[in-house]
């Protein structure tokens, strides 16, 4: 069945004509989004923040799923059209010919190569025909409300466009009072007024004509202060001539040159106080001289918020203007801002091309046509192009020019590996400032007068503020603002107020002086306000969620947010992204001592509310991640603890993703404070997440703490438990004696404890574990145990992993039809069980098996299928690992450039995660691209999808 959709008036959609009933207002805003942007990926917080007027209300992610949900419902029927889940985000599958304003921009486009005025009059009727009122009737949020603005903005455009036409066909009768009544609504529009001028000239009204020229030449004039621009003055008089011999031009076409009469030159003043950054300086000098000749040159300048990005990247950029002739463009991106969302990267295209010259009317709807324009544009230039502040690789990449010429600088608190990784992109690593450089920033704050008068309490202020550009800052400040004061009274200041880090006194560590200026915040705040600061000094950091906070201080997570807003206010907390605080560590230092103040009963009330805060909502996220693998039953919550509950697989990936820094650091302080049971049990909620995203080290570490207590309080199933999750980790490293004796020390616990189950599970990862050392008999032979196993005890889901880690053991003896046979038993029984891990791993297998026996399209979509269920799923390794099949099979069809771009970004993602087999694809890369690889041993391409036994584990 055929769909078509309607954006240019009320959003509609139809199937083979019939109306569909798309929902309410919110739900018809989340569809028209996917529309807008058809065939890409929107991410969530994109949706969230396009669809919502203000800030998105609480449970507005499960609203936007349901949503989702409904509108796939609406659309089932049609053909060719879906709402796929994407990464990060969702993709509206659909051929954009069907939605009538990726239609209209076609038409419009079109106009550009018509044969003729009159295929180009039919183009533009066919394509203003489309409108039917306002876009988006009735839908009223900022991102709809822009966007309709520029969609008018296009339309007028391409009216003015076909006026002109029409002119020069001499249907200038026809037009007189469609002119009249626009002009009338837009008294100001000198394009607008010529067409009219001209209408009339040719109708043989020259003096209504020249008359027309009089009135707007003095509505300018009266409105704007300005005469009429030249085109118009021209055009008044060949009219006052009688000269017949002109005509409007037919087809606006996009200039291919900035239309600037000069370079842009967008760069903020440079810091007025500077100093040091010597090396960091020379760093992004030396980057530039060593420009690829492939492509732009590519620096980031990464570290702490308020360590001085901004400040050294500008300084750089003034000092060397003569480099870039052709001018300078910079954005902020406000990837880290408390009070701004991140800036889309379409919305900072959109800035560039104005500053380069682009005319509204010239600039496509297409974010790639806009990508390609950018480009086209700056190519061969010589300049610089500051993107400040970047939250991640993803907001960059649309914003980096194609070819070499340019150079780049962008900043964030992020160390953007994705750019260096994949762009090439030089790293710039900015840490505290030392002592000379922090003495010389302090100095050029101050009066000379001040400085030079007071040497020494110069140096004893600059030896406190330990050198962090933030706090030099404060002082400068406090300083400036009480200009008669001496600077010894200052300093003497900043020594009476140490008894916050006594501890810290005359141990040589300049940082800890710092205590004194964080107190200055400290004693204005409010006691909910300090109370909660006290406790942060418990919490291990790196940051905290709003209702982490809220569990930390036991209150409601409404008041809490205020409390935050205020340590905010006061520079105690910074919020990095929204709703997560964080703080220095000097600062985190500072509530640490303070909160040593509190009775030991509070701090120990406080510290267990936190832990079990992470701990009841790392369960909740990993039951979402692995429904069957059926986890110990949390104890109940103490008062005041209010666990985040993730609802789906989705949501669960955001939080643990969110929270991983601060887990890792949360078993650290169970084990530290004695904590056994809580150690154990974050071990376990840790372990499918850890393994998805590859953290293999930290997998170790982790059930290495839960074995050692596990060990210590004589408990053997959460000894077998902690044996089998850390398996995985030393297998893919390549550590396989150590999987090896763990899984034998398992097997021998489930063994003593009767646990047939649990037997089955280590039984598969031993199998893998075979299977990696060459061994496939002794691999077949552990499968088919485990198969038995699962069937006598009921384990359906158990069973379906057997069978597919028997259908890849035949794979590997060449045995491809037993192969098939096995796995699609396993997808069968899988998808009844909803699986969807072992589902994954079931259609690699099957593709594997398809491509051997030459059935190249087959393996082609059952890798396709692995790794769209691995990317909803987040299983980045699995995800990696189809699409290194995926472009093996593309090698084999005779499409080397997609499998080429499939192994680029299994490249990027096994770079990520720190995987060994880097190498391998980095090989494959190379000799797909004719170029002599190292003489290094290659692997065969497959290796067998690894065991998830995570997903399957027994109750502890």
Known sequence: ????????????????????????????????????????????????????????????????????????????????????????????????????????????????????????????????????GDPFARLDTPWFNTLRTALRQTRLAAERDRTDIALRRGQHSALLSELSRELAEQPLDERLAGQLMLALSRSGRQAEALDQYHQIRQRLADVLGIDPGRDLQELFLRILHGDREFAASAVVRAPTEPATAHPPRQLPPPPAHFAGRARELAALTHAVDRQPESGPAVMTVAGMGGIGKTWLTLRWAH?????????????????????????PPAVALRGFLDALGVPPDAVPLDLDAQVGLYRSIVAGRRMLIVLDNARDAEQVRPLLPG????????????QLSGLVAVEGAHPVTLDLLSTADARELLARRLSGDRVESEPQPVDDIVERCSGLPLA??????????????????????????QGGLDGFSGSGDPATDLRSVFSWSYRALGEPAARLFRLLGLHPGPDTSVRAAASLAAVPERQVRGILAELTRAQLLVEWVPGRYTCHDLLRAYAAELVESEPAETRRDAL????????????????????????????????????????????????????????????????????????????????????????????????????????????????????????????????????RAHLERAL??????????????????????????????????????????????????????????????????????????????????????GDRTGEANSWD???????????????????????????????????????????????????????????????????AIGHPEVEQVRDKLAASQGVLADARPRSAGFVRPPADPTALTKPR
Request: net charge negative; proline share 3%.
């Open 608 to 739: 267990h509310r936190i832990v079990e805060h992470y701990l009841h909502s790392a369960q909740c996220a990993d039951r979402r991640l692995s429904p069957l693998r059926n986890p110990s039953e949390p104890q109940p919550v103490q008062a005041g603890v209010q666990p985040e509950e993730p609802a789906d697989n989705a949501q669960a990936l955001t939080w643990f993703t969110e929270e991983y820094a601060v887990l890792r650091q949360v078993v650290e302080l169970a084990a530290r404070d004695g904590l056994d049971r809580y150690v154990w049990q974050l071990a376990g909620a840790l372990t499918t997440f850890l393994g998805r995203r590859g953290h293999w080290e930290d997998l170790i570490a982790v059930q290495n703490r839960a074995l050692a207590v596990a060990e210590r309080n004589g408990d053997r199933a959460a000894q077998a438990q902690a044996h089998q999750d850390i398996v995985p980790a030393y297998s893919e490293t390549g550590r396989l004696e150590l999987a």
């Open 748 to 833: 021998t616990l489930l063994d003593e404890l009767a646990d047939r189950v649990g037997q089955a599970h280590a039984l598969l990862t031993l199998s893998w574990v075979s299977d990696k050392e060459g061994d496939q008999a002794a691999a077949l032979r552990h499968d088919q145990r485990a198969l038995k196993l699962f069937r006598d005890n009921g384990h359906q889901a158990g069973a379906a992993r057997a069978l597919n880690a028997l259908g890849w053991d035949h794979a590997m003896l060449g045995e491809y039809q037993e192969t098939v046979r096995y796995c699609q038993q396993a997808v069968v029984l899988q998808r009844q069980l």
């Open 319 to 343: 000092d060397n203007l003569d480099r870039f002739p052709d001018g300078q463009l910079a954005v902020n991106l406000r990837g880290f801002e408390p009070t701004a969302e991140a800036l």
């Open 1 to 132: 069945m055929v769909a078509q959709f309607r954006l240019l008036g009320d959003v509609e959609a139809f199937i083979d004509g019939n109306a569909i009933d798309l929902g309410h207002v919110r739900q018809r805003c989340v569809l028209a989004v996917l529309l807008v942007e058809a065939n890409k990926v929107v991410h969530v917080d994109q949706l969230l923040d396009r669809v919502w007027v203000d800030r998105p209300p609480q449970r507005a992610h499960g609203a936007l799923y349901s949503y989702l949900s409904r509108l796939r419902r609406c659309l089932r029927s049609a053909d060719d059209v879906a709402i796929v889940r994407q990464q990060g985000g969702y993709l509206l599958k659909v051929d954009p010919l069907m939605v009538d304003l990726h239609r209209f921009q076609e038409l419009v486009s079109r106009v550009r190569l018509a044969v003729d005025d009159d295929d180009a009059l039919r183009q533009f009727d066919e394509a203003i025909g489309l409108w039917r």
């Open 403 to 414: 070819v070499a010429g340019c150079v780049v600088v962008v900043t964030s608190r992020q």
């Open 845 to 911: 297998t099957l593709g594997y098996a398809h491509h051997h026996l030459g059935r190249y399209q087959r393996a082609a979509r059952c890798y396709r299928r692995a790794l769209e269920l691995n990317r909803e799923l987040g299983h980045r390794y699995n995800e990696a690992e189809a699409l290194r099949h995926l472009g093996d099979t593309q090698q084999a069809l005779g499409h080397p450039e997609a499998a080429n771009l499939c192994w680029l970004r299994a490249l990027e993602i096994l770079t």
């Open 472 to 497: 030099l800052a404060i002082v400068a400040a406090r300083a400036a603002t009480r200009p008669g004061f001496p600077l010894a009274a200052l300093g003497r200041e900043l020594a009476d107020l």
